[in-house]
């Protein structure tokens, strides 16, 4: 009987050891969100920034047009 007993505690240990194991996670699936979040955002930042200098280069178009209708007045 004290070895049935003994025996049966003993599981009852083994298996809250196991219920207690974490279990294995996953590496890395978290990082290539952050990584196309971070694309996404230096595409956006880029594609502004391109915006921007075009809008430049038309404002410096402009003004160079009309510093020429000034001059032939």
């Known amino acids: 009987m004290n070895k049935l007993l ?3 505690v003993a599981a009852l240990f083994t298996t809250a050891v196991f219920a207690q194991a974490t279990p294995a996670t996953p590496a890395t699936p978290a990082a290539p969100a952050k990584a196309e979040a971070k694309k996404e955002e230096k595409k956006d930042v880029k ?6 200098k075009k809008e430049a280069k038309a404002d410096k178009k402009a003004a160079k047009a009309e510093k020429k209708e000034e001059a032939k007045k």
């Open 6 to 8: 003994a025996s049966l």
């Open 47 to 52: 594609a502004e920034a391109k915006a921007d």
